[in-house]
């Protein structure tokens, strides 16, 4: 399978525990995504990297997030001291660089899904 | 900002029949509209996209949308759905100002009943 690729599938924590996804995008991708979905909304965006580059956060990443792509390849995203608000769907998707009309197609991942107790 | 605006949450429909799914954007410039639909335990998949050109796009399994850019309208059409329809979809709106994040509505469950 050569799509995205995300691990864990499910995570649970307790509450105040550190936690860490991974995701794989597609090989060539240089765009790599971090959007969360709660229950009965769609996907929201959290922040995006251009190979190691984060180029845009939302203001949903508290400061209790953090997100790396260290060699432009893989990406983890980390919640610290998570919170019950945490629990949700984590996906992850890739995209190519844009061409200069700007069009992108993002593949998404399967998701990461938290829950925190 | 953006926002994408689905009116229905839910849809249910018997197979054989039309289906026609709302979706309105808010965004005074140069947009790209996406459906994205997620079947059942499966990742979120691209169903079809507008970039530019012809208003009327065609996807996969038959699915259309038509960009009516005066009512800032993308709706989701399928002159016939099939059992295996059931799942979620959802609209989105991109930007053409070089970003590239995805604004997605919440997303309507259609389920078919066979």
């Known amino acids: 399978d050569t799509g995205v690729s995300q691990d864990p599938r499910h995570k649970i924590t307790k509450r105040g525990q550190n936690v860490t996804f991974r995701c794989d995008p597609i090989?060539?991708?240089?765009?790599l995504y971090w959007y969360r979905q709660t229950l009965g909304q769609g996907p929201e965006f959290l922040t995006y990297?251009?190979?190691?580059?984060?180029?845009?956060k939302s203001r949903l990443l508290s400061d209790r997030f953090s997100a790396e792509r260290p060699k432009g390849s893989f990406s983890t995203l980390e919640i610290q001291r998570t919170e019950q608000g945490d629990s949700a769907m984590y996906l992850c998707?890739?995209?190519?660089?844009?061409?200069?009309?700007?069009?992108?197609?993002?593949?998404f991942g399967p998701g990461t899904r938290l829950t925190v107790l | 900002a953006q926002s994408v605006s689905q009116h229905n949450h839910h849809v249910i429909l018997s197979e054989a029949a039309s289906l026609e799914l709302g979706c309105n954007y808010s965004?005074?410039?140069?947009?790209?509209l996406f459906w994205y639909v997620q079947y059942p335990g499966q990742h979120l998949q691209l169903l079809l996209k507008?970039?530019?050109?012809?208003?009327l796009v065609k996807g996969i399994k038959g699915f259309e949308a038509e960009f009516i850019k005066s009512k800032f309208s993308f709706n989701l059409r399928k002159p016939s759905v099939q059992w295996s329809d059931t799942a979620e979809y959802f609209c989105?709106?991109?930007?053409?100002?070089?970003?590239?994040?995805?604004?997605f509505g919440k997303g309507t469950m259609l389920l078919v009943s066979p």
């Open positions: 998707a890739s995209s190519l660089l844009p061409a200069a009309v700007s069009y992108n197609e993002q593949f």
């Open positions: 090989s060539e991708h240089n765009r």
């Open positions: 990297f251009q190979n190691e580059a984060q180029l845009e």
């Open positions: 965004y005074g410039g140069t947009v790209n």
């Open positions: 507008y970039f530019s050109g012809d208003p």
């Open positions: 989105a709106v991109t930007s053409d100002s070089g970003y590239s994040t995805l604004t």
